[in-house]
């Protein structure tokens, strides 16, 4: 039973805690900011679930001890499991509302779901990449290597500003077919 309330005490301080992130690791809103590549709002959904799962899962157990079997193991389980659905939860929520791709007239900025940051300027790209089933397209600099990918209507702007910005030999083949591929999407 110890098991299952310091598993349902950390649930709720990393909840809390994630919440503090999320607002402290915004990226600012600076002059010049042409415009930000995010997350595809809905996979938030996935991260509310994700954390109601973990806490129901605690709750259950101490409610209704017999659930899930009453061994020892049964409550490490139900303890260890819930962490993990709240753990998973929090970094999706911090994936979908601090990671993001700021674009700028010069550069892009990338940030990661703790609020990291890379800067990559446009003139500096030397390849951009992108899978065959997979929509993010990377860009690689010499001072950082950043994929992105975002809501469509975004995604696309990016695309068109990368393809004005990024020097033509380097990537308006691979920019040019991504754009075209999800261009009858948005």
């Known amino acids: 039973m110890t098991q299952v309330t310091i598993s349902l005490a950390l649930c709720v301080v990393l909840t809390i805690a994630t919440a503090v ?3 402290k690791n915004q990226p600012p809103r600076l002059e010049g900011e042409r415009l930000r590549v995010r ?6 959904l996935m991260a509310g679930m994700l954390l109601a799962v973990g806490v129901a899962l605690d709750v259950v157990k101490l409610v209704l001890p017999e659930t899930a079997g009453t061994d020892p193991g049964s409550y490490t389980f139900i ?13 999706i929520l911090l994936s979908v509302l601090v990671k993001q791709v700021v674009a700028y007239d010069d550069r892009f900025e990338a940030y990661d779901p703790f609020g990291g940051s890379r800067t990559v300027y446009w003139r500096q790209v ?15 600099a010499p001072t950082a290597t950043v994929s992105v990918n975002g809501r469509n209507k975004e995604y696309l702007a990016f695309l ?8 033509r030999e380097t990537g ?3 920019l040019g077919r991504l754009r075209q591929r999800y261009a009858g999407m948005g």
């Open 172 to 174: 308006s083949d691979e």
């Open 39 to 44: 997350a595809v709002p809905e996979t938030g």
């Open 126 to 140: 030397t390849q951009v990449k992108s899978q065959l089933l997979s929509k993010a397209v990377t860009f690689q």
């Open 160 to 167: 068109d500003l990368a393809l004005e910005r990024v020097p």
């Open 79 to 91: 303890a260890v499991f819930a962490l993990v659905c709240v753990g998973a939860g929090c970094h």
């Open 21 to 23: 992130l999320c607002r």
